[in-house]
């Protein structure tokens, strides 16, 4: 049997290398029925005439029969229309037509569920079904540069400027979903923590090699380089083809050398040599967890879309020692207890809603950090740890050793959580397991309600060190406050007024308790006083609203009217 030949395009001129390059072009592409841009233009498919019942333009005589007008139109736009797939202007509707009916993988399977798909705008090719399986085959599409939309990052795009760095992004650059290149500008403060961190490490030794995991568009390692200059060896790292494509573009943008390297090549291949240029950045495009494997570094940060736990092993593998690992957790819904089994088959936590969740989700990361530390041979020394926005910070130091792993562990322990009185506790370290480990807790709500009164929390980090501490009052001493925090609000009385934050420090550091505020709640106090007597704190120095003392006027005063009812019928 003779092969059949492909046929020829009608144009006998061999496609120049220019047009091999150009994207494809949508207007000019022969398109199917099924691709329209508005919904009248479907509905301009079916034919007007006298004709009662209609049938369906995109789907056979046996499917969907032909019907009344109103009921066709109704049809169109609810089952084509509605779970159509937009690209540049156009839906693709799904077709259920048999065009695909010969992909059937037997006889007996029925052609009506094989004919549903979609017709493709960019290659005309037939997707089964599923409309996110069409999705995703627009998505390679651009990745691989096969549309206009693919050359996006190559029109002029709109240009931020941060602390003296220009970035340029590309359109919907706030939505993850909407576009491959992600920048925030409400992670100012959190490029701004991790920057101070690098110049503290850059004063101890030089040069630093510096790893940023995802870098996206490259903006906080474009900080490093242009304001550290020689003093750091900044590496970009993001697997994406167009992340990597626009950091190129934001390192000419600010007059840094872009340089990749290969295996295959013993010499980096310079992206552009210009005499202008006043810095050098690596750039690489590969996995975060192999790229770590294979180097040392440091300083490394990492930023992932969610949780960081996949990668901290990879980080504490090859990391220098006394290097400086930041972890930026952006899974809030886990770390904030709104999804306790995520937070448990992440962190091995079991985690409830309490009024210190901030801390106790910058502790749940903590606690991740030393053993994925611990399991290299490392110990960990907490620099900063706080929680902004809808991320949770944390930078720490690596100790090589096993016996500063070891001290490290030592510092994790459970913690015993009241739900009724919010009362809290570690748990005491021992080698025999108490029956009821409830009975730690200062409260006796264990007695009157046994088996609902508390829950045993996760392992936690028993220590912080609070980078962030205000100015200290008179007699306060230089000493390690105690864990969590209370709210006055959550625990004020009703009717009182609450009194001003640094009375209450104030009485309560005279009482003899070490008392402190934190960063994690501008109205929370950290002290070692038991509720009890921070609610007796709260209510000595609580005045009377204007509202209680309203209604008590007006008790008294219908209290002297009953008492004399002459008086009132006189008047």
Same mark, same amino acid.
């Given at each position: 049997?003779?092969?059949?030949?492909?046929?020829?395009?009608?144009?006998?001129?061999?496609?120049?290398?220019?047009?091999?390059?150009?994207?494809?072009?949508?207007?000019?592409?022969?398109?199917?029925?099924?691709?329209?841009?508005? !919904?009248?233009?479907?509905?301009?498919?079916?034919?007007?005439?006298?004709?009662?019942?209609?049938? &369906?333009?995109?789907?056979?005589?046996?499917?969907?029969?032909?019907?009344?007008?109103?009921?066709?139109?109704?049809?169109?736009?609810?089952?084509?229309?509605?779970?159509?797939?937009?690209?540049?202007?156009?839906?693709?509707?799904?077709?259920?037509?048999?065009?695909?009916?010969?992909?059937?993988?037997?006889?007996?399977?029925?052609?009506?569920?094989?004919?549903?798909?979609?017709?493709?705008?960019?290659?005309?090719?037939?997707?089964?079904?599923?409309?996110?399986?069409?999705?995703?085959?627009?998505?390679?599409?651009?990745?691989?540069?096969?549309?206009?939309?693919?050359?996006?990052?190559?029109?002029?795009?709109?240009?931020?400027?941060?602390?003296?760095?220009?970035?340029?992004? /590309?359109? =919907?650059?706030?939505?993850?979903?909407?576009?491959? +290149?992600?920048?925030?500008?409400?992670?100012?403060?959190?490029?701004?923590?991790?920057?101070?961190?690098?110049?503290?490490?850059?004063?101890?030794?030089?040069?630093?090699?510096?790893?940023?995991?995802?870098?996206?568009?490259?903006?906080?390692?474009?900080?490093?380089?242009?304001?550290?200059?020689?003093?750091?060896?900044?590496?970009?790292?993001?697997?994406?083809?167009?992340?990597?494509?626009?950091?190129?573009?934001?390192?000419?943008?600010?007059?840094?050398?872009?340089?990749?390297?290969?295996?295959?090549?013993?010499?980096?291949?310079?992206?552009?040599?210009?005499?202008?240029?006043?810095?050098?950045?690596?750039?690489?495009?590969?996995?975060?967890?192999?790229?770590?494997?294979?180097?040392?570094?440091?300083?490394?940060?990492? $930023? @992932?879309?969610?949780?960081?736990?996949? *990668?901290?092993?990879?980080?504490?593998?090859?990391?220098?020692?006394?290097?400086?690992?930041?972890?930026?957790?952006?899974?809030?819904?886990?770390?904030?207890?709104?999804?306790?089994?995520?937070?448990?088959?992440?962190?091995?936590?079991?985690?409830?809603?309490?009024? *210190? *969740?901030?801390?106790?989700?910058?502790?749940?990361?903590?606690?991740?950090?030393?053993?994925?530390?611990?399991?290299?041979?490392?110990?960990?020394?907490? !620099?900063?740890?706080?929680?902004?926005?809808?991320?949770?910070?944390?930078?720490?130091?690596?100790?090589?050793?096993?016996?500063?792993?070891?001290?490290?562990?030592?510092?994790?322990? =459970? !913690?015993?959580?009241?739900?009724?009185?919010?009362?809290?506790?570690?748990?005491?370290?021992?080698?025999?397991?108490?029956?009821?480990?409830?009975?730690?807790? @200062?409260? $006796? &709500?264990?007695?009157?309600?046994?088996?609902?009164?508390?829950?045993?929390?996760?392992?936690?980090?028993?220590?912080?060190?609070?980078?962030?501490?205000?100015?200290? /009052?008179?007699?306060?001493?230089?000493?390690?406050?105690?864990?969590?925090?209370?709210?006055?609000?959550?625990?004020?009385?009703?009717? /009182?007024?609450?009194?001003?934050?640094?009375?209450?420090?104030?009485?309560?550091?005279?009482?003899?308790?070490?008392?402190?505020?934190?960063?994690?709640?501008?109205?929370?106090?950290?002290?070692?006083? +038991?509720?009890? +007597?921070?609610?007796?704190?709260?209510?000595? =120095?609580?005045?009377?609203? =204007?509202?209680?003392?309203?209604?008590?006027?007006?008790?008294?005063?219908?209290?002297?009217?009953?008492?004399?009812? !002459?008086?009132?019928?006189?008047?």
């Amino acid at each position: 049997v003779e092969p059949v030949q492909k046929e020829e395009p009608c144009s006998e001129e061999p496609a120049t290398e220019d047009e091999e390059k150009v994207p494809h072009d949508v207007e000019n592409t022969a398109k199917h029925i099924s691709i329209q841009k508005e !919904l009248s233009d479907l509905e301009a498919l079916v034919e007007q005439n006298d004709v009662q019942k209609k049938p &369906c333009p995109l789907c056979p005589e046996n499917r969907f029969r032909s019907c009344h007008i109103s009921k066709l139109l109704r049809h169109l736009q609810n089952l084509h229309w509605k779970v159509s797939v937009e690209f540049d202007g156009y839906r693709m509707c799904i077709c259920c037509l048999p065009c695909v009916e010969n992909t059937a993988q037997n006889e007996n399977e029925m052609p009506g569920k094989m004919s549903a798909h979609y017709h493709c705008i960019i290659c005309s090719a037939t997707v089964a079904r599923r409309r996110t399986e069409m999705i995703r085959h627009i998505k390679r599409h651009v990745e691989k540069g096969e549309t206009e939309a693919s050359a996006s990052f190559n029109k002029p795009q709109e240009i931020l400027q941060e602390s003296n760095t220009a970035v340029q992004v /590309l359109p =919907n650059s706030n939505t993850p979903q909407k576009s491959s +290149t992600f920048f925030n500008p409400v992670m100012k403060t959190n490029r701004q923590l991790i920057f101070c961190a690098l110049v503290v490490l850059s004063e101890e030794r030089k040069p630093l090699e510096c790893l940023d995991a995802f870098s996206s568009t490259g903006i906080m390692g474009l900080q490093w380089a242009k304001h550290l200059e020689n003093a750091v060896n900044v590496t970009l790292n993001d697997i994406s083809d167009h992340s990597v494509a626009v950091i190129k573009e934001n390192c000419r943008l600010n007059k840094l050398r872009a340089v990749t390297k290969s295996d295959e090549m013993p010499e980096a291949e310079c992206e552009t040599l210009d005499e202008d240029l006043v810095g050098t950045i690596e750039v690489t495009q590969m996995d975060a967890n192999v790229l770590m494997h294979m180097r040392s570094y440091d300083f490394i940060h990492l $930023d @992932p879309f969610g949780t960081s736990v996949n *990668y901290l092993d990879a980080a504490f593998r090859n990391v220098r020692n006394l290097g400086i690992v930041s972890v930026t957790s952006t899974d809030t819904s886990s770390l904030y207890a709104k999804t306790v089994h995520v937070a448990k088959r992440h962190y091995g936590c079991n985690i409830i809603r309490t009024e *210190y *969740y901030r801390e106790l989700a910058a502790r749940v990361v903590l606690s991740a950090i030393a053993r994925a530390a611990a399991r290299c041979n490392k110990g960990i020394e907490v !620099l900063l740890s706080v929680a902004l926005e809808h991320f949770v910070l944390v930078i720490v130091r690596v100790l090589r050793g096993p016996s500063l792993a070891d001290e490290s562990t030592k510092l994790l322990n =459970n !913690l015993i959580h009241c739900h009724w009185c919010e009362e809290r506790i570690f748990q005491k370290e021992g080698n025999m397991i108490e029956e009821n480990p409830y009975k730690q807790l @200062p409260c $006796d &709500c264990y007695k009157s309600m046994p088996g609902r009164s508390a829950v045993m929390l996760g392992k936690r980090k028993s220590q912080e060190m609070n980078t962030n501490a205000p100015k200290r /009052l008179k007699g306060e001493v230089r000493t390690e406050h105690p864990p969590f925090y209370y709210s006055i609000h959550r625990h004020a009385i009703g009717g /009182l007024n609450i009194p001003k934050l640094n009375k209450i420090l104030q009485s309560l550091s005279d009482a003899g308790y070490l008392v402190s505020r934190t960063h994690f709640d501008p109205t929370g106090i950290r002290t070692n006083a +038991t509720l009890a +007597t921070l609610k007796a704190v709260l209510k000595k =120095n609580s005045s009377l609203s =204007n509202t209680s003392q309203i209604s008590s006027y007006k008790e008294g005063s219908e209290g002297q009217n009953e008492e004399t009812p !002459l008086q009132e019928a006189a008047t």
